[in-house]
Nanobody, 123 residues
Framework: QVQLVESGGGLVQAGGSLRLSCAAS????????VGWFRQAPGKEREFVAA????????YYADSLKGRFTVSRDNGKNAVYLQMNSLTPDDTAVYYC????????????????WGQGTQVTVSS
């Protein structure tokens, strides 16, 4: 079983950048696909990005392509989300999630979730 902990959130001005981290413990993290999701106030949780176990397959939400980059370091049991050119619309709680099977953008297909990290973008 994998435990996930997100970090790196905070308050940033519009146009700024943040790098979120998802640290994993337990299980064989290098065999897991990892997804990032976010939930803005009053909205449903939505897919952001996902990366498979060897980083050869990566998905992004269409609206975020070019601004967000997901990567992983299996040696450190970590996945990262680099977020650039942030806007107030990016304000949300960001979650990482893991699953043992193939890459997917479907939230319900992930087995393990972190507690989330708050990202707030001021205008």
């Amino acid at each position: 079983q994998v435990q996930l902990v997100e970090s790196g959130g905070g308050l940033v001005q519009a146009g700024g950048s943040l790098r979120l981290s998802c640290a994993a413990s337990g299980g064989t993290f290098s065999s897991y696909a990892v997804g990032w999701f976010r939930q803005a106030p009053g909205k449903e949780r939505e897919f952001v990005a996902a990366i498979n176990w060897n980083a050869r397959n990566i998905y992004y939400a269409d609206s975020l392509k070019g601004r967000f980059t997901v990567s992983r370091d299996n040696g450190k049991n970590a996945v990262y989300l680099q977020m650039n050119s942030l806007t107030p619309d990016d304000t949300a709680v960001y979650y990482c999630a893991a699953r043992t099977w193939s890459l997917t953008i479907i939230e319900g297909a992930y087995d393990y979730w972190g507690q989330g990290t708050q990202v707030t973008v001021s205008s």
